[in-house]
């Protein structure tokens, strides 16, 4: 390689590390996204500049257009409720080009070349299926009859050991064209796809950490392939972020990575049930007990979004600061469907970051709160977490809600959680239940907030 | 460049990867998600090298997908994480423009 592009990608190597360092904070992480693009501009221009052949120029500029103006559109037109599938998607397609890329190169290669090409396939179109089928099913365009799962984890076992045993069989007898390769992909890509659809919702977050981490992986194998350190450097540092990720999200369900790839759910333990009384209460009682609290925590979980009651959350804390009230938001790793989406949900709300408090953050201060406004989250409020040790939630790291003064959960109606547990939450004496849609019922907090004025 | 460099290189971007991406916040997370996907479409620059080399449809067609996949999967992904990450505003900032 050229020593100039040598040193231009060592620079857009450079940039792509100090770019995701700026992502460290929310103050300076647009500026990092922008190191990031600034990064890929210098390697695509190096690439361009210093390509050993020009042939079908044309045409690679007509699908490059194509591909920035689909992309351009469907970030533009995304909404941030959908941020899981439109992540998952792009995911997918980064897997599927490191793969096409690999076996574009592949045919007549031998020795370790060979091997990695087949490797880059394999993981590239494992990862293309997966995300594929995780878009699907949080578009909700497919849905999954649970009484299947065995089988078709079996299945996708199956094939991918058959694509293992294949990609063997074409390294170690050194023939094979673009058909052996497409079979290989095609093959690889339907093992991906078996093994993700019987994952359910919650389990989202930790498969699409996982995938992002493969996709990495396979730009980084595509790297070993072209002898291109910076596709290493790159799909390395993807690789990390996805591991990172995977296992936080495994540590915040307290779910291993097996189980949630094996099982589709947490281990089924005696489902405790708590003994004691609900005890509903009124909207204008909610509004004085919010209105007169010093220290405000609310607790937001999927169920907010899925009511699309985020507007109406910052319409109660800006009335609640209107009266001296401090509102913090306490947000557990696992509040939504990828890593960190109740933040962008609030974000999009207008909630300012310094209010967005992660777990470990807000615990202590549970103690000196006045009132936890619980909003659409059941399971990372349960204190059984803490307490039962026959529950299957025991050892969940969780929001200690039931350290606050009051508890105010709100509620559709008294139905369990999705580990099958009751909330002994919400027969504390502490608790009290407003039941009702959760947009409705934030709609006649603000209208109660209002009056008080 | 020999294998056994580039298996330095990938480990010493495994160590710098994880040390910067510990220390991303998880209030972070989504946008960290998104950029490090638009970061895969880096594989981009390996699409351009083969669709400006094949020889043959068979392989100019495979090549040309690699090359819609990734600037898809790179635009996106740059695009949405500048999106995600102008909504994120502090206090201060949030109550200038109110």
Redesign the interface.
């Known amino acids: 390689m050229n020593p100039i592009a040598q040193v231009l990608y060592m620079a857009s190597a450079t940039l792509?590390?100090l770019?995701?360092?700026f992502?460290?904070?929310?103050?300076s992480?647009?500026s990092?996204?922008?190191l990031?693009?600034i990064g890929?501009l210098l390697?695509?221009g190096t690439?361009?500049a210093f390509?050993?052949?020009?042939?079908?120029?044309v045409?690679?500029a007509l699908?490059?257009l194509?591909?920035?103006a689909?992309?351009?559109v469907?970030?533009?037109r995304?909404r941030?409720t959908a941020?899981p599938q439109?992540?998952a998607f792009?995911?997918g397609?980064?897997g599927?080009?490191?793969a096409?890329?690999a076996?574009?190169?592949w045919p007549g290669s031998s020795g370790?070349a060979s091997w990695l090409a087949l490797l880059t396939m394999v993981l590239g179109s494992v990862s293309f299926g997966g995300s594929i089928i995780a878009f699907l099913k949080l578009q909700e365009w497919i849905r999954v009859d649970l009484r299947m799962a065995l089988g078709l984890r079996l299945l996708g076992l199956t094939v991918l050991a058959a694509v293992v045993a294949g990609a063997v069989y074409l390294a170690t007898s050194g023939h094979g064209g673009?058909g052996a390769a497409l079979g290989v992909m095609a093959a690889a890509a339907a093992g991906g796809a078996l093994l993700t659809l019987p994952i359910g919702g919650a389990d989202m977050p930790v498969v699409?950490?996982l995938l992002?981490a493969l996709?990495?992986l396979s730009?980084?194998a595509?790297?070993?392939v072209?002898?291109?350190?910076?596709?290493?450097?790159?799909?390395?540092?993807?690789?990390?972020?996805?591991t990172?990720?995977t296992q936080?999200m495994s540590r915040a369900m307290h779910r291993s990575l097996m189980n949630v790839i094996w099982s589709g759910k947490a281990a089924q333990g005696e489902a405790g049930t708590a003994e004691g009384t609900v005890q509903p209460i009124t909207h204008d009682d909610t509004a004085m007990l919010l209105r007169y609290a010093k220290k405000v925590v609310v607790v937001p979980g999927y169920g907010l979004a899925v009511a699309r009651a985020q507007l109406e959350v910052k319409q109660v804390i800006d009335l609640l600061n209107g009266f001296g009230v401090e509102v913090l938001f306490g947000?557990h790793?696992v509040a939504g469907r990828?890593?960190?989406?109740m933040?962008?949900l609030l974000?999009?709300a207008?909630v300012?970051?310094?209010?967005?408090w992660?777990?470990d953050r807000i615990n202590p201060r549970f103690r000196d709160t006045d009132v936890v406004l619980v909003v659409g989250a059941n399971d990372v409020t349960n204190p059984a977490a803490r307490t039962q040790t026959g529950s299957p939630l025991f050892g969940m790291p969780i929001l200690n809600v039931d350290e606050a003064r009051h508890v105010v959960v709100l509620k559709r109606s008294m139905g369990r959680g999705f580990a099958g547990v009751d909330n002994p939450l919400y027969v504390d004496p502490k608790t009290r239940m407003l039941f009702g849609d959760a947009k409705h019922s934030l709609g006649a907090l603000v209208r109660e907030l209002e009056s008080a004025q | 460049m020999s294998l056994i460099a580039e298996i330095y290189i990938f480990v010493l971007a495994v160590l710098a990867g994880f040390q910067v991406i510990a220390k991303v916040p998880s209030i972070l997370h989504t946008p960290l998600m998104s950029a490090t996907n638009a970061i895969h479409g880096i594989i981009l620059v390996g699409a351009l090298v083969l669709a400006f080399s094949v020889h043959g449809t068979a392989a100019l067609v495979i090549a040309l997908a690699a090359v819609l996949f990734a600037s898809i999967n790179l635009v996106g992904g740059f695009v949405v994480t500048d999106r995600i990450l102008a909504m994120f505003r502090s206090e201060r900032e949030a109550g200038r423009s109110s």
């Open positions: 792509f590390v770019g995701v360092r992502l460290g904070s929310p103050a992480a647009r990092g996204n922008r990031l693009a890929m390697a695509l690439t361009l390509a050993p052949h020009y042939d079908h120029v045409w690679v699908v490059a194509l591909g920035s689909i992309g351009v469907s970030a533009r995304v941030m941020m439109m992540v792009f995911n397609l980064g599927g080009a490191a096409l890329v076996a574009g190169g370790a673009i699409i950490s992002n996709t990495g730009a980084a595509t790297g070993f072209l002898q291109n350190q910076l596709l290493i450097i790159a799909g390395t540092l993807v690789g990390a972020s996805g990172i990720l936080q947000i790793p990828m890593p960190g989406h933040n962008v974000a999009e207008d300012a970051y310094d209010q967005l992660e777990m």
